[in-house]
Structures are given as structure tokens and as C-alpha cells.
């Protein structure tokens, strides 16, 4: 149990830091970056490895780079369904995948 929230926390921090990096992602409070957290969890549980395998042929052709389109989608889906939660362009929202991406990789190799 201990872990699970720890990981919520850490993924709601990333989110807070990569708000802070990348211009166009934007997040009112750490408040929204824990619903936020939750939100993205649930669409990469049930969405994201639909979108994969969809787009499966590209990825492969990208070595797969496009998954990152692919966690922007999910990132962009997250915003459209919270107030608090902003991506204001697709380049924003692909920034902001790797971004994120990275600032995980971090936080997650602290621990």
C-alpha cells in the first residue's frame, strides 16, 4: 500500500516539475497534478496499449520514437477531461511526454 502511494506521489511531482519546464503544460496545484496522476494511470491501464498496437507499424519504423506520440495522446486525452489540467498545443503535449518521461526516470531511480 505504501508503495502505491508513493509511486502516486512521485508521478504527481513529475507532472508538478514537468509543468514547470515546458511552456504549455500547465497544472494549477499539486491537488490537480494527484487527480492528473490518476487520470493518466486509468488511460494508459485501458487506452495506451490499444494506441500501440494501432500504431505499431509506425513505431517500428521509428525505432520506437513514436511512442512518445502516443503518450501525448494520453496526456492530451487526460487535459480534455480536467479543468485544472492544461496542454495548449500538440508540440506542447510531445515536449512534454519526454519530459515527463525523463523527470520519472529520476524521480523512480532515487527510490
Same mark, same amino acid.
Given at each position: @500500500?505504501?508503495t502505491?502511494? $508513493? %509511486?502516486? /506521489?512521485?508521478?504527481?511531482?513529475? +507532472? =508538478?516539475?514537468?509543468?514547470? &519546464?515546458?511552456?504549455?503544460?500547465?497544472i !494549477?496545484?499539486? #491537488?490537480s497534478? =494527484?487527480?492528473?496522476?490518476?487520470?493518466?494511470?486509468?488511460?494508459?491501464?485501458? +487506452? !495506451?496499449?490499444? +494506441?500501440?498496437?494501432? %500504431?505499431?507499424?509506425?513505431?517500428i $519504423?521509428?525505432l520506437?520514437?513514436?511512442t512518445?506520440?502516443?503518450?501525448a495522446m494520453?496526456?492530451?486525452?487526460?487535459?480534455?477531461? @480536467?479543468?485544472?489540467?492544461?496542454? #495548449? %498545443?500538440w508540440?506542447?503535449?510531445?515536449?512534454?511526454? +519526454? /519530459? &515527463?518521461?525523463? /523527470?520519472?526516470?529520476i524521480l523512480?531511480?532515487?527510490?
Amino acid at each position: @500500500m505504501l508503495t502505491l502511494i $508513493l %509511486t502516486w /506521489v512521485l508521478s504527481a511531482a513529475a +507532472l =508538478m516539475i514537468t509543468s514547470k &519546464l515546458v511552456s504549455g503544460f500547465e497544472i !494549477r496545484d499539486f #491537488k490537480s497534478a =494527484m487527480i492528473a496522476s490518476i487520470v493518466v494511470g486509468f488511460l494508459n491501464m485501458t +487506452l !495506451r496499449w490499444i +494506441l500501440i498496437i494501432l %500504431t505499431l507499424p509506425i513505431n517500428i $519504423l521509428t525505432l520506437g520514437l513514436f511512442t512518445f506520440v502516443v503518450n501525448a495522446m494520453i496526456l492530451k486525452a487526460a487535459a480534455a477531461f @480536467m479543468d485544472s489540467f492544461k496542454i #495548449k %498545443t500538440w508540440g506542447s503535449a510531445i515536449i512534454g511526454a +519526454l /519530459v &515527463l518521461a525523463i /523527470v520519472n526516470v529520476i524521480l523512480f531511480g532515487l527510490i
